[in-house]
């Protein structure tokens, strides 16, 4: 009951409501862009918003995290480039529609069924969210260092990379972050003598880099590619009895969503292509074939994509591990604003889960005003040439990276960070298991070191204390199960298990 | 496209080795860092693990480079022209073009003020990234954007937020 009174006060002011919308609008406009992403305009944000007061900040974010989950589909519905990698099965039979003259249905209905999917996430997270916290409340200093790791690994493992170029970018990402005077020593750690690294490097100059000035210098290498191919539309209407017709699998879509979404290192492409092949499985018939303009084929992605939003704050609330990219960069804008996202957070400010959980709710609820309006100014905005915009994205991560300190230093760190993120990027060295150990590191050293100290600094009393505890355990399978699942063990029980099955099955011909 | 798969290897291995390079600098520091306090439970031992990590992950990146090219690899007489389409590869002109004018532009806001850098900056980029469809129109239009786009960020971000602008 109290965290519906403190969803209530994002609707209760109305300039939180304007901030939200604001966020929505830029947010749809920045996913629909190809090229421009949500994690590049969070990052962007977050070096604006440090100075406001966190309800306005945490708005704003998450208005711009909900408008980039949808903003994606436009453009692969009308130009065959999905906008943000999670509207990439969105283009399979939006822009077939789009060139049957459907455009204008299209995108109605992935206005919608996004809303929808979006909405259901909301209400899952309200129910799940206090019972992980109060789980992870009993949390002992060696639990949250096993929880790190165990977040670090996910990333790292899911992500889809290569497994040693993940995890190196995770060690990476956590040495950068012990850059600077040790925290309970005061000894220098890398800093080779420059009194500007004695105060460690900012993750904020580190996202900045490797999220917004890589992604323009990746731009700026493909510039001559993109072929634009435009489409007519007609206005847009929603259609009600559509919605009815198709919402099973609407549901069945946005919980795979939510729970693929609560998953750390996943996201909405992973979820919305999950969705889209559910989805054809499940179709026994449709009226129009998958991959020709099969309405089914934009219900699944689109819920399963906006669902993942809010399922990402999950792990991130309770536990301090984020959902996807776009919630470890909200992570860090909590840190800036003196909150600690994870297991304490529901007992120092436990209005801040239902302050989020509302944002959401209204987020998804002005994306259905925002999404059948503007579609005009929309194509328009999505046809202006990357040679025009990445300069001025640069401009904005120059500005916000010198906003913070003041600091030229901190200007040519970021750049430094976007050519390693352009290099990393285009060889398969993944970004955000660095982003997430930098932020991370602080929580990981700290309880390491604590829990150390708790066992004597014996690491045989620290290994027989992870199996003293229940919790401890569960993190420790996990992290174990993680690490085997990039092994090639579970492919050989899986073929051992076939053969088995296949075996039994020609001896029952028999 | 295909040359810069017939490339591929030699720019893994040249980025691999930039990473080796980091990650002995990491082991080299984190052994003196460890050399203050000799314990498990020192300020060296975090780094110390994940430079050991880090130099383990970096061997398994160099194993996982393909050891074979694509069979229509395009078989080079000259390693010295190897490398130079790798290099060109790597960094296109683009990019090496975008990288120059934005070092520019921070050296020269150390000169100028923000307005008048950002606006030379903005056309530099925007015409250098446009070169290939400059026409009369897009001159305009790149000229009123570095125009429009400064003023918008000198009254939203400086003014009304009170951002700090270099």
């Known amino acids: 009951m109290e965290m519906l009174s403190n969803a209530a006060i994002m609707f209760q002011q109305p300039a939180l409501i304007l901030y939200v919308a604001a966020g929505v609008w830029i947010g749809m406009y920045v996913g629909a862009i190809p090229g421009l992403t949500g994690t590049m305009a969070a990052s962007l944000l977050i070096s604006f918003t440090y100075s406001w007061d966190i309800l306005p900040a945490l708005a704003v974010m998450i208005g711009v995290h909900v408008g980039c989950a949808y903003g994606g589909s436009r453009a692969a519905i009308l130009i065959n480039i999905p906008g943000a990698p999670c509207a990439i099965a969105t283009a399979f039979d939006g822009y077939p529609l789009a060139k049957k003259g459907m455009a204008a249905k299209a995108i109605s209905v992935t206005v919608i069924q996004s809303v929808i999917g979006g909405l259901i996430a909301c209400v899952i997270m309200l129910l799940a969210t206090p019972a992980i916290s109060t789980m992870a409340l009993k949390f002992a200093s060696r639990d949250y260092f096993l929880m790190a790791t165990l977040g670090l690994m996910l990333v790292a493992t899911l992500g889809g990379a290569s497994f040693s170029k993940s995890v190196f970018s995770a060690a990476l990402g956590l040495l950068i972050g012990c850059v600077g005077m040790d925290p309970t020593l005061g000894i220098k750690r890398f800093t080779f003598g420059n009194t500007y690294l004695m105060s460690g490097i900012g993750f904020v100059v580190a996202m900045i880099g490797l999220f917004g000035f890589a992604e323009a210098l990746m731009q700026a290498k493909d510039i001559d590619v993109t072929a634009v191919v435009k489409q007519k539309i007609d206005k847009l209407k929603p259609d009600f009895k559509e919605v009815k017709r198709y919402f099973p699998l609407t549901l069945q879509s946005s919980l795979l969503g939510a729970v693929i979404g609560a998953l750390p290192g996943t996201g909405g492409d992973i979820a919305a292509l999950f969705a889209y092949d559910f989805a054809k499985r499940r179709t026994k018939n449709p009226e129009v074939p998958f991959g020709e303009g099969a309405i089914e084929g934009l219900v699944a992605p689109e819920a399963a994509n906006n669902a993942t939003v809010p399922a990402a704050y999950i792990p991130m609330l309770t536990l301090g591990i984020p959902g996807d990219g776009y919630a470890a960069i909200i992570i860090g804008a909590m840190y800036i604003h003196g909150l600690n996202p994870g297991p304490t957070l529901m007992a120092t400010n436990p209005e801040i889960v239902g302050i989020c959980a509302g944002g959401l709710v209204l987020a998804n609820i002005l994306l259905l005003l925002a999404g059948y309006t503007g579609i005009k100014t929309f194509a328009k905005i999505v046809e202006i040439p990357k040679s025009i915009l990445m300069p001025i994205i640069m401009v904005l991560c120059i500005i916000g990276s010198f906003a913070l300190n003041r600091s030229m230093v901190d200007v040519a760190l970021m750049v430094g960070f976007g050519v390693m993120g352009y290099l990393m990027r285009r060889h398969d060295f993944p970004v955000g298991p660095m982003i997430l150990g930098i932020i991370l590191c602080e929580l990981f050293e700290w309880n390491l070191r604590r829990a150390l100290s708790l066992s004597h600094s014996n690491i045989g009393e620290f290994v027989a204390g992870i199996f003293s505890s229940p919790i401890s355990i569960i993190l420790f399978l996990a992290l174990v199960l993680s690490l085997l699942a990039k092994t090639p063990l579970p492919h050989r029980i899986r073929s051992v298990l076939a053969g088995k099955s296949s075996k039994g099955a020609r001896a029952n011909e028999q | ?166």
């Open chain 2, 1 to 166: 496209m295909k040359r810069e798969r017939d490339t591929y290897r030699i720019r893994e291995y040249a980025v691999i080795l930039l990473f080796v390079v980091i990650t002995v600098i990491c082991l080299a520091e984190s052994w003196r860092i460890l050399q203050t306090q000799l314990e498990v439970n020192s300020p060296g031992t975090l780094p110390m693990v994940l430079s050991v990590v880090m130099a383990v992950c970096i061997i398994g990146a160099f194993v996982g480079v393909p050891k074979r090219l694509p069979e229509n690899a395009e078989q080079y007489e000259s390693k010295r022209r190897l490398a130079a389409d790798a290099v060109r590869e790597e960094f296109p002109i683009n990019v090496v073009g975008t990288i120059a004018v934005t070092v520019l532009y921070l050296f020269s806001l150390k000169f100028f003020l923000y307005v008048p850098a950002t606006i030379v900056y903005l056309l530099l980029n925007m015409l250098f990234l446009s070169r290939k469809q400059l026409g009369k129109k897009r001159l305009l239009t790149i000229a009123a954007v570095a125009v429009i786009v400064t003023a918008f960020v000198y009254v939203v971000f400086g003014i009304l937020f009170q951002v700090t602008l270099p």
